[in-house]
């Protein structure tokens, strides 16, 4: 079975519906698409082989005017994509997260959210999804200490743009323990990506799955890690409801 993002709408049913994979002998894989992007890959061998060197924070933006959903918030609708990235690229689940949000169309339903998470290492994240915004923007800023990358999904052409930018404090000189900023501020490299479409990608992935017994990369398991940090939002967000309910 291969079910689209989100994997469900709470942990215990993704975490049913894993089990029950597992008892039945079944193939049970999630449709985050996004992981067989190749701009996607491309970052997760960039980080890997220690081209951009440690990670520091990613930001993500995942905005428009539309489409509104009546069945979900932004953050179901939109930030699973963000968040398997992040699980990708990192390999780790958030430690700690803060979620706002506002309902701007219709009581209840949040139509812009903002998430901060914290991963392992000092890594800091923000997802910012919207429906209210006046251009559409898919862009996705990963910064390390050595260089950075931007992956701009709605460019035609130029996907990735890499970054052999940073700043750091280097000794003065002068007296012990005297520091100055610096900022290094070097090429912009735009690399060539082969040209395969995720979906197609995905859905041969699963073939392969299913006719060779291998492990989905977007598996069960990644989907209810996905899950569960959605829904450790929502409480966040749901928090917040009844107190903006009276200011209002």
């Known amino acids: 079975m291969l079910v689209e993002k989100p994997l469900a709408s709470s942990v215990a ?13 079944r193939t049970l894989m999630v449709g985050h698409t996004f992981l067989f992007n190749p701009a996607v890959r491309a970052i997760k061998r960039y980080i890997d082989e220690g081209l951009l060197g440690e990670i520091r924070y990613l930001y993500f933006q995942r905005t428009g ?22 699980r990708y690229w990192l390999g780790a689940d958030p430690v700690d997260l803060v979620a706002r949000r506002e309902s701007y169309l219709k ?9 901060t998470l914290n991963y392992p290492n000092h890594v800091l994240a923000s997802v910012h999804v ?13 910064v390390g200490d050595r260089r950075m990358v931007v992956f701009d999904d709605t ?21 012990f323990g005297e520091f100055i900023a610096s900022v290094r501020d070097g090429d912009i490299v735009i690399p060539h990506l082969e040209h395969t479409e995720p979906l197609w990608a995905e859905l ?33 967000l749901s928090a917040a409801r009844p107190a903006a309910a009276a200011q209002a």
């Open 155 to 175: 460019h035609p052409t130029e996907k990735l743009r890499i970054y052999d930018q940073g700043a750091d404090y280097q000794p003065r000189g002068g007296g």
């Open 107 to 115: 009581p209840g339903t949040e139509d812009v959210v903002f998430v």
């Open 130 to 142: 919207s429906w209210l915004d006046p251009v559409k923007i898919r862009r996705i800023t990963v």
């Open 204 to 236: 041969e992935h699963f073939m392969d799955c299913i006719n060779n017994g291998g492990e989905p990369m977007t598996s069960a398991e990644d989907g209810v890690a996905i899950v569960r940090v959605l829904e450790r939002a929502e409480r966040e």
């Open 65 to 86: 005017l539309g489409p509104i959903r009546q069945d979900v918030n932004a953050l179901w609708d939109l930030a699973p994509h963000d968040l398997s990235m992040i």
């Open 13 to 25: 049913d993704a975490e049913a519906l894993a089990a029950l994979a597992t008892s039945s002998g």
